[in-house]
């Protein structure tokens, strides 16, 4: 009789990468959820807690830049989790029910001055 036992190993979680940015998608892991999610939500308030509004009330460059940055964040979040949840369906551990509809986003206006677009885009994106 042997005095120690091997415990069976357990199943690695399924894993694949998507976008061209290669971002880790992981089936049935420990940790749940988007990790990017949880860095784009404290992103904007970080600059804007270090940075001061403009005497005119508007933002200043700094806090304009992150929230583009903020938007394209979004955006690449949202191809993520587009093609995430295309090869979840394609693997059948989820069906075309279980996916959520594209949000249906108004269109931003070309003419808009620069800084009234980035703010028009950074409300759209959140």
Do not use: N, W
């Not at 976008?19 to 749940?32: E, I, L, T």
């Not at 979040?77 to 979840?88: K, R």
């Not at 069906?95 to 108004?106: M, N, S």
């Amino acid at each position: 009789m042997p005095l120690f036992r091997r415990r069976p190993a357990e199943p690695e979680p399924l894993t694949f990468t998507v976008g061209v940015d290669a971002h880790r998608v992981v089936v049935g892991g420990p940790q749940s959820g988007c990790a990017l999610l949880g860095d784009v939500d404290v992103y904007v308030e970080t600059v804007a807690q270090r940075t001061r509004i403009a005497e005119d009330g508007r933002d200043p460059v700094a806090l304009q830049s992150a929230k583009m940055d903020y938007a394209e964040m979004v955006d690449s979040m949202i191809s993520v989790l587009t093609l995430a949840l295309e090869e979840l369906e394609q693997r059948e551990l989820i069906t075309a029910v279980d996916v959520p509809q594209r949000p249906d986003l108004p269109r931003l206006s070309r003419d808009l001055p620069t800084y009234d677009y980035i703010q028009a885009t950074y409300g759209r994106a959140q």
